[in-house]
Every structure is written in C-alpha cells, then in structure tokens.
C-alpha cells in the first residue's frame, strides 16, 4: 500500500540551527507532495507543495524542500530556524489524479530559545 | 481570510451513541473532505464528497459513518453507533479545484468515546 515515511518523530534543536525533516514515499506513479504544519493550537495549514517543474520549491516562513524522484524523497529544510518554528509537520502525498492526502505520522519539532 | 470551521470542538459521548460532526467549509469551495487522527497516530484519509456525494472513501468509512451537505453551507459527518477506536481527531477540509489544489484543513473536533 502506499506510504509516507517520516524519519524523525521529535527533532530538539536551539534557534538558528538549520533544519532537515527527512520524508520518502512509496508510490512509483506521479505524485503530488506536500509538507503540512501546525502550530501549537492552530489548524494544520500548507506550508509548501510540489506538483511539477522545478523540484526545488519554496514555501512560506523561509522552508524550502527538494523533490528527489529517484530517492522517492521530499525533504524540508530550513537555514537557520526560529523559537517560532516550533510546530508539528507533516509531510503528505497525493497519487496520480486521487484527491485523498496519505500524510507521514509527523514530525513533532521543538526549537530552544 | 476565509477558514474552514468546526464544531464542536470536543465530544464526548457513551459507545453505542450517534455523533454528529460538524464543518462549515469555505464559502466558494466544492470539494469536501474528512480526516481523523488517532492519538499517536497519522493523519488518515475517511471521505470525499463532490457535488453532494461520496467520491471516494477509504476501508475506515464503514457503514457505521456517513456524511451530508444538509444545506449550502454545513457539511457533517455522522457516526451512526460509536465504538471506542472511534475516539480521535476528526479533521474537515475544504478546496476549490479538487486534486490540483490546496485543502483547507479545520481545526478539529476532538471526539472522546466511553
């Protein structure tokens, strides 16, 4: 069955660390990948998503990830993280045409002030 | 800015109970779908409904679950005789354009089952 794989599920690191959440899917077929958050009380909301085109996408609040279709990997990186990154992520795909997410468990992320 | 909204915010009701869940999506928003988390658990797909029926839905939405647009506006998510894995995050989201857009997710209703 297709599956989203997040390798990281509590990731600690002190403000103005760089960040890379790690996310690989199984599913050979044309994917739609997405990297959700939310925020402590908040809705889950998109922080960036990949249909086609460049494979390296920028989302909001300075993330960035890079579609590697050979590894089936949609990593989410950041430079230089901020107390105010402190949040749970989500990576999630969507296959072919299908308009149902299939999310990763999360990865929950506490940044040290 | 326009957001999907959710009510209530937590349930709690005795097994064998009906629920109702429900979801105000964003006003101009044609597709509808339902999500729930299991404490510790991922996010998993349950419903979509277009054009006031189901298009998809996964092994979880059994009979048990059904969902309506009663109105213009209000989307629910019915859960005719409750059981104690039903208790988790139940999470509704709205798009516009279906597969090639972005869903809007609620903030959740929380539902505890006794």
């Known amino acids: 069955a297709q599956s989203v794989s997040q390798h990281n599920h509590h990731v600690i690191l002190s403000e103005a660390a760089s960040l890379e959440l790690g996310c690989n899917y199984s599913y050979g077929g044309t994917v739609n990948l997405f990297w959700y958050v939310q925020y402590p009380g908040q809705h889950l909301q998109l922080l960036l998503k990949y249909f086609s085109g460049d494979p390296l996408v920028k989302g909001i609040k300075g993330f960035e990830a890079e579609f590697i279709k050979s590894k089936f990997s949609f990593n989410l990186r950041k430079p230089s993280v901020q107390w105010s990154d402190t949040a749970e992520y989500f990576c999630?795909?969507?296959?072919?045409?299908?308009?149902?997410?299939?999310f990763g468990k999360g990865t929950r992320l506490h940044i040290l002030p | 800015e326009p957001e999907v909204t959710q009510t209530p915010s937590h349930q709690v009701t005795q097994m064998g109970q009906e629920v109702i869940l429900r979801c105000v999506p964003i006003?101009?928003?044609?597709?509808f779908y339902w999500y729930r988390q299991i404490l510790g658990q991922k996010v998993e797909f349950l419903v979509s409904f277009y054009n006031n029926e189901i298009s998809e839905k996964s092994e979880i939405f059994d009979d048990q679950f059904s969902v309506e647009r009663p109105d213009g506006s209000n989307f629910t998510l019915k859960i005719r005789s409750t059981k104690l894995e039903d208790s988790a995050m139940y999470f509704c989201?709205?798009?516009?354009?279906?597969?090639?857009?972005?869903?809007?997710f609620g903030p959740g209703t929380r539902l505890t089952v006794l």
């Open positions: 006003s101009n928003h044609l597709y």
């Open positions: 989201a709205s798009s516009d354009y279906g597969t090639y857009n972005e869903q809007f």
């Open positions: 999630a795909v969507t296959m072919n045409r299908d308009d149902k997410i299939i």
